[in-house]
């Protein structure tokens, strides 16, 4: 058996834009698309990247809540991407999702209980010791009071609720948890708490994670490897440590650079180096030739606009330490917050 539980390739998700009575597609929403990459069994795979690049999408389509309009996603070998939604079942006992909302996320009409033995009623898995003690057993793992399961989601804190949300996803015992910004919608002081949470249960159960974060902070406790995502594509995938200490894409120098530094003495040197990201993300709809992110790189050449740079191991760095970048950062670099010149979508 492959160490890879989850691979795709090629994958692509475009939402159709339709027009007029008879909805003719005009255009297409390229969330995602064409990106290659393998989850291994075991491991945290942090997902990051600014809001509206496409990290929500990759994980809808990791779960098969989407179909991808394009490519292919195995699991455990096996070819998933276009399964009816029956022949779906026993991949969806194995890969469960959390959500970044725990106030939408959660039927506010239905209790605890019903909420978390939801998808054991779903697949129909039988509980031998009783629903409710499969549900309170959940409740116990997830840091709950077993006995509220009887209890409403507006009874509890925003931290708690996402508790519920971990215990729902935990019940079918899955082997892959997809967790979308599970602590962006939460406290600071919460984060950490279900952060570590998160942690505890991988290990208890041999669970694998993709953990979708939109800034770089979050994923760094908890991931083995980040992929960086930017309008659709991974831009940069790297082991943890090789990320943080040589990071490649400008994109990435960028987002890290706009994590505050705790430290007040490294603070000034870290202010002088910051990157400033100008400009919002262009449209998906009609993304930029060649590289995607040449019109807010300072680095940015002619060659970056006609030629799409592959994702590569880039000189000096392991085969593990991919960048889709023609002109890679290397360190001790000057880095400039300032415009591209000449770059223009
Ligand atoms: N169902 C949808 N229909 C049309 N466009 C969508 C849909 N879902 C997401 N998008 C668009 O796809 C892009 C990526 O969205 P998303 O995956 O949510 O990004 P992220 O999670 O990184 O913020 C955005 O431009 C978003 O507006
Ligand atoms: S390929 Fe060019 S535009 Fe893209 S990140 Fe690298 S230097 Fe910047
Ligand atoms: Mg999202």
Same mark, same amino acid.
């Given at each position: 058996?492959?160490?890879?539980?989850?691979?795709?390739?090629?994958?692509?998700?475009?939402?159709?834009?339709?027009?007029?009575?008879?909805?003719?597609?005009?255009?297409?929403?390229?969330?995602?698309?064409?990106?290659?990459?393998?989850?291994?069994?075991?491991?945290?795979?942090?997902?990051?990247?600014? %809001?509206?690049?496409?990290?929500?999408?990759?994980?809808?389509?990791?779960?098969?809540?989407?179909?991808?309009t394009g490519g292919r996603i195995?699991?455990?070998?096996?070819?998933?991407?276009?399964?009816?939604?029956?022949?779906?079942?026993?991949?969806?006992?194995?890969?469960?999702?959390?959500?970044?909302?725990?106030?939408?996320?959660?039927?506010? *009409?239905?209790? +605890?209980?019903?909420?978390?033995?939801?998808?054991?009623?779903?697949?129909?898995?039988?509980?031998?010791?009783?629903?409710?003690?499969? +549900?309170?057993?959940?409740?116990?793992?997830?840091?709950?009071?077993?006995?509220?399961? /009887? *209890?409403?989601?507006?009874?509890?804190?925003?931290?708690?609720?996402?508790?519920?949300?971990?215990?729902?996803? &935990?019940?079918?015992?899955?082997?892959?948890?997809?967790?979308?910004?599970?602590? %962006?919608?939460?406290?600071?002081?919460?984060?950490?708490?279900?952060?570590?949470?998160?942690?505890?249960?991988? %290990?208890?159960?041999?669970?694998?994670?993709?953990?979708?974060?939109h800034d770089l902070s979050v994923?760094?406790?908890?991931?083995?490897?980040?992929?960086?995502?930017?309008?659709?594509?991974? +831009?940069?995938? $790297?082991? *943890?440590?090789?990320?943080?200490?040589?990071?490649?894409?400008?994109?990435?120098?960028?987002?890290?650079?706009?994590?505050?530094?705790?430290?007040? %003495? *490294?603070?000034?040197?870290?202010?002088?180096?910051?990157? &400033?990201?100008?400009?919002?993300?262009?449209?998906?709809? /009609?993304?930029?030739?060649?590289?995607?992110?040449?019109?807010?790189?300072?680095?940015?050449?002619?060659?970056? $606009?006609?030629?799409?740079?592959?994702?590569?191991?880039?000189?000096?760095?392991?085969?593990?330490?991919?960048?889709?970048?023609?002109?890679?950062?290397?360190?001790?670099?000057?880095?400039?917050?300032?415009?591209?010149?000449?770059?223009?979508?």
């Amino acid at each position: 058996m492959s160490e890879n539980l989850l691979e795709v390739t090629g994958l692509q998700k475009h939402f159709p834009i339709t027009k007029g009575l008879f909805k003719r597609q005009v255009g297409a929403v390229r969330a995602v698309d064409g990106i290659d990459l393998a989850v291994r069994a075991g491991e945290t795979l942090g997902v990051v990247g600014e %809001s509206g690049c496409g990290k929500s999408t990759a994980g809808r389509l990791f779960t098969r809540i989407l179909e991808p309009t394009g490519g292919r996603i195995t699991f455990e070998g096996r070819d998933v991407s276009h399964l009816s939604t029956a022949a779906l079942r026993p991949f969806r006992r194995d890969v469960q999702m959390i959500f970044q909302d725990p106030y939408s996320s959660l039927n506010p *009409r239905h209790t +605890v209980g019903s909420i978390i033995s939801a998808p054991l009623q779903i697949q129909k898995i039988p509980t031998p010791q009783g629903t409710k003690k499969a +549900v309170q057993e959940l409740l116990e793992l997830v840091g709950l009071n077993p006995e509220h399961y /009887n *209890r409403y989601p507006h009874e509890f804190s925003g931290g708690q609720r996402q508790r519920i949300g971990i215990a729902r996803a &935990l019940a079918l015992r899955p082997k892959l948890i997809v967790a979308d910004e599970p602590v %962006s919608a939460l406290d600071v002081s919460i984060q950490a708490q279900v952060v570590n949470l998160l942690d505890d249960l991988q %290990s208890e159960f041999d669970l694998t994670y993709v953990f979708i974060a939109h800034d770089l902070s979050v994923v760094r406790h908890i991931s083995d490897r980040v992929a960086v995502m930017y309008l659709g594509k991974v +831009v940069e995938i $790297a082991e *943890r440590d090789a990320l943080y200490a040589s990071p490649r894409h400008p994109y990435t120098v960028a987002l890290m650079s706009a994590v505050p530094v705790p430290d007040p %003495s *490294r603070r000034d040197r870290a202010q002088r180096n910051r990157v &400033l990201l100008t400009g919002d993300v262009p449209s998906p709809i /009609n993304p930029p030739s060649g590289c995607r992110f040449r019109t807010r790189c300072w680095k940015a050449q002619e060659i970056c $606009a006609t030629e799409e740079p592959p994702l590569v191991p880039r000189a000096g760095d392991p085969a593990s330490h991919q960048t889709a970048c023609h002109f890679p950062v290397v360190e001790g670099e000057a880095v400039q917050g300032r415009s591209p010149a000449g770059a223009s979508a």
